[in-house]
């Protein structure tokens, strides 16, 4: 098994080794693919040292699987070359999600949609991943009419030059700005760039790709997007509107019984998903479950996830291991 990681120096890409190593998935080959600046430069995988190359030298090598995180652009002219090669591209930018012909998938509720003719898979956004994830049993029970959701979202969804930022500012440093504003001690209501009607990428991609996930174009969703100075991962307040009504038991019950989710729920103890303890984990986390007294068949919900791990690395990772398991790679 040869394995590509285009972006491997990356917040990401390195997480992607680490959870690799984790799961003991088989590699014997470690391909792992940065910028010409970094090539040359050793990565330790497996308690062994291998040397970073080009993305040319890559596709060269031909391998089994590459698992890309090194942004759009670098997917859109790359990743369909690798296919072409024999390779299984699962990629964690947004260049090919809502592609008609490329599946978006979280593995826990569509993983079963990959078949052996798909070569490029996408991993949704990471906000997407860790909302639908606790949505989808509900939806299956109750059909979801409506989402009003606002993120809190780590500066680790930027990169490394974005947590330098905040830690320059703690420390009083002057230095590169990821953000044009301060983010220590504030918050950002801006995660991406804005487009013509006055959202955001991000908040975009949690409509758009929400819908795709759950086989549902006609789902109301509408979104905020916050950078906050957080390292542990994304929380988000989500509301729900069903088609039916639900009982808060029930729910609980469902979210229970869900794969990848963990209900944290016990506010009187102050027990509650965060950031704090969800980081270097792979679960979802869900608390504050409750009942919107302000509209019919609504639920209030407060989500947590690690967003390097179950967010981008872990879903990558699962998706290779699912693609692996039913000998579609």
């Given at each position: 098994m040869?394995?590509?990681?285009?972006?491997?120096?990356?917040?990401?890409?390195?997480?992607?080794?680490?959870?690799?190593?984790?799961?003991?998935?088989?590699?014997?080959?470690?391909?792992?693919?940065?910028?010409?600046?970094?090539?040359?430069?050793?990565?330790?995988?497996?308690?062994?040292?291998?040397?970073?190359?080009?993305?040319?030298?890559?596709?060269?090598?031909?391998?089994?699987?590459?698992?890309?995180?090194a942004?759009?652009?670098?997917?859109?002219?790359?990743?369909?070359?690798?296919?072409?090669?024999?390779?299984?591209?699962?990629?964690?930018?947004?260049?090919?999600?809502?592609?008609e012909?490329?599946?978006?998938?979280?593995?826990?509720?569509?993983?079963?949609?990959?078949?052996?003719?798909?070569?490029?898979?996408?991993?949704?956004?990471?906000?997407?991943?860790?909302?639908?994830?606790?949505?989808?049993?509900?939806?299956?029970?109750?059909?979801?009419?409506?989402?009003?959701?606002?993120?809190?979202?780590?500066?680790?969804?930027?990169?490394?030059?974005?947590?330098?930022?905040?830690?320059?500012?703690?420390?009083?440093?002057?230095?590169?700005?990821?953000?044009?504003?301060?983010?220590?001690?504030?918050?950002?209501?801006?995660?991406?760039?804005?487009?013509?009607?006055g959202y955001?990428?991000?908040?975009?991609?949690?409509?758009?790709?929400?819908?795709?996930?759950?086989?549902?174009?006609?789902i109301?969703?509408?979104?905020?997007?916050?950078?906050?100075?957080?390292?542990?991962?994304?929380?988000?307040?989500?509301?729900?509107?069903?088609?039916?009504?639900?009982?808060?038991?029930?729910?609980?019950?469902?979210?229970?019984?869900?794969?990848?989710?963990?209900?944290?729920?016990?506010?009187?103890?102050?027990?509650?998903?965060?950031?704090?303890?969800?980081?270097?984990?792979?679960?979802?986390?869900?608390?504050?479950?409750?009942r919107?007294m302000?509209?019919?068949?609504?639920?209030?919900?407060?989500?947590?996830?690690?967003?390097?791990?179950?967010?981008?690395?872990?879903?990558?990772?699962?998706?290779?291991?699912?693609?692996?398991?039913?000998?579609?790679?």
């Amino acid at each position: 098994m040869r394995l590509a990681i285009v972006g491997a120096t990356g917040m990401v890409g390195r997480v992607m080794m680490k959870v690799l190593e984790e799961r003991k998935f088989p590699v014997n080959e470690l391909v792992p693919v940065a910028s010409e600046k970094s090539a040359g430069q050793e990565v330790i995988f497996n308690k062994q040292s291998w040397k970073v190359v080009t993305v040319n030298e890559a596709l060269e090598k031909k391998p089994h699987i590459a698992l890309f995180s090194a942004g759009g652009d670098v997917s859109r002219k790359w990743a369909e070359l690798f296919c072409k090669n024999g390779c299984v591209v699962i990629d964690n930018s947004s260049a090919w999600r809502m592609e008609e012909h490329v599946p978006l998938i979280v593995p826990e509720i569509n993983a079963d949609t990959i078949k052996a003719s798909h070569r490029l898979i996408s991993n949704p956004n990471c906000s997407t991943i860790q909302m639908v994830l606790v949505l989808a049993p509900l939806h299956r029970e109750y059909g979801i009419k409506r989402i009003i959701v606002s993120t809190y979202q780590s500066v680790t969804g930027t990169g490394v030059k974005a947590v330098e930022q905040l830690n320059n500012e703690r420390a009083g440093i002057k230095g590169e700005m990821a953000y044009s504003l301060p983010i220590d001690l504030n918050c950002i209501p801006q995660c991406d760039d804005f487009t013509s009607g006055g959202y955001t990428k991000e908040e975009m991609k949690l409509v758009n790709e929400t819908r795709k996930i759950l086989e549902n174009p006609n789902i109301a969703i509408t979104s905020t997007a916050v950078r906050v100075p957080v390292l542990g991962g994304h929380s988000e307040s989500v509301n729900v509107t069903f088609e039916k009504d639900f009982e808060i038991g029930k729910v609980r019950e469902l979210l229970n019984g869900s794969p990848g989710v963990i209900v944290t729920d016990n506010p009187q103890e102050n027990i509650y998903p965060m950031p704090l303890t969800a980081e270097g984990r792979d679960d979802v986390f869900v608390g504050r479950i409750r009942r919107d007294m302000s509209a019919d068949n609504s639920l209030n919900m407060w989500i947590v996830a690690d967003n390097l791990r179950k967010g981008a690395a872990t879903n990558a990772v699962q998706i290779a291991g699912y693609m692996l398991d039913k000998n579609l790679i």
